[in-house]
């Protein structure tokens, strides 16, 4: 009898540390498979939801000036900001993935001021800031590499704009008509600028290429009809001066073409102040000079 007491009493105990095991394993597979808890946001009344994606602005948005989108947006509906005429700043707390996919995300916002955009974005879409005229600030973070077509145009009061070290492409006309924009600090990573990209800039007096810049190609009408831009020194790495890239740029007293050019529009230099030309003796630059200089144009070598 005293043997069965003791096998029962045995084969309790060792049920009881099964189960126990057995609860824990339960407890940790429950921790590791439950999904992650969205934390809320003070800003998270001021849109609509379904999940993490942001599907419009709620009555309390629509009536905001001032927006800040939560960090536990994933993704931006088309059309959010479409045509806001109250909206002046916008602040993005983060971005866990590319949440700017629609062109025109800021189009017709005529009151616009200030975008604070979040690391971890590619992109500055393409026409993003399209009929904003108030714009005067963005803050553009290290994570974009490229600047869209018409993402700037004719933002009369952007007198300002930090290009970010990763930066490879601005593309067609995304600068063009920003009459306050005075100055341009280009980033050794910039390959590419479109072209018109900054077409009619009229007051921008300095374009300075970082030491050591990647940039091989500046587009056709680039920096044409930028009335204020007295001299140029072209990258040493670039390879294509686009047609008319400084046509009609009234101030225009020198500019430094790279030896490594090799392709240059006939009419880069049409019709702008008579003008100092620095090329490399020798080089493609100064065979090209020699063909087709209009009478506005000296050659000095350096």
């Keep these: 009898m005293r043997r069965i007491v003791a096998s029962i009493a045995c084969l309790t105990l060792m049920c009881a540390l099964?189960?126990?095991?057995?609860g824990e394993d339960s407890q940790k597979k429950t921790a590791e498979d439950s999904p992650e808890i969205v934390e809320s946001s003070e800003y998270d009344d001021l849109f609509h939801w379904v999940d993490t994606r942001i599907t419009g602005l709620s009555p309390k948005g629509e009536v905001a000036a001032d927006l800040v989108v939560p960090g536990k947006c994933t993704e931006l509906a088309d059309g959010v900001?479409?045509?806001?005429?109250?909206l002046e700043t916008v602040v993005f707390q983060s971005a866990k993935t590319e949440i700017l996919r629609d062109d025109y995300i800021f189009y017709g916002c005529p009151n616009l001021t200030e975008v604070v955009f979040p690391e971890g974005i590619a992109e500055i879409p393409a026409n993003c800031f399209l009929e904003c005229p108030a714009l005067q600030s963005v803050t553009c973070p290290k994570s974009v590499k490229s600047i869209g077509e018409f993402a700037f145009p004719q933002c009369e009061n952007l007198a300002g704009f930090d290009f970010p070290e990763g930066l490879e492409t601005i593309g067609r006309s995304a600068f063009g008509g920003?009459?306050?924009?005075?100055?341009?600090?280009f980033p050794k990573s910039l390959e590419k600028i479109g072209e018109k990209a900054f077409w009619n800039n009229e007051a921008l007096e300095t374009v300075d290429f970082a030491e050591?810049?990647?940039?091989?190609?500046?587009?056709?009408?680039?920096?044409a009809e930028c009335d204020?831009?007295?001299t140029v020194k072209l990258p040493q790495k670039l390879k294509i001066l686009g047609e008319k890239a400084f046509e009609r740029c009234a101030a225009l007293e020198s500019v430094y073409l790279p030896e490594s050019l090799e392709e240059m529009?006939?009419?880069a230099l049409h019709e702008s102040h008579p003008i100092t030309?620095?090329?490399?003796?020798?080089?493609?630059?100064?065979?090209?000079?020699?063909n087709y200089n209009l009478?506005?144009?000296?050659?000095?070598?350096?």
């Design 228 to 230: 204020a831009l007295k």
């Design 212 to 223: 050591g810049s990647k940039l091989t190609e500046i587009g056709e009408s680039a920096f």
């Design 265 to 267: 529009g006939t009419l």
């Design 18 to 22: 099964f189960a126990g095991c057995a």
């Design 277 to 290: 030309v620095y090329v490399r003796k020798g080089s493609y630059a100064e065979v090209e000079f020699d």
């Design 295 to 302: 009478g506005n144009m000296t050659k000095e070598l350096y």
């Design 81 to 86: 900001f479409f045509k806001r005429e109250n």
């Design 178 to 185: 920003c009459t306050s924009l005075k100055e341009v600090s």
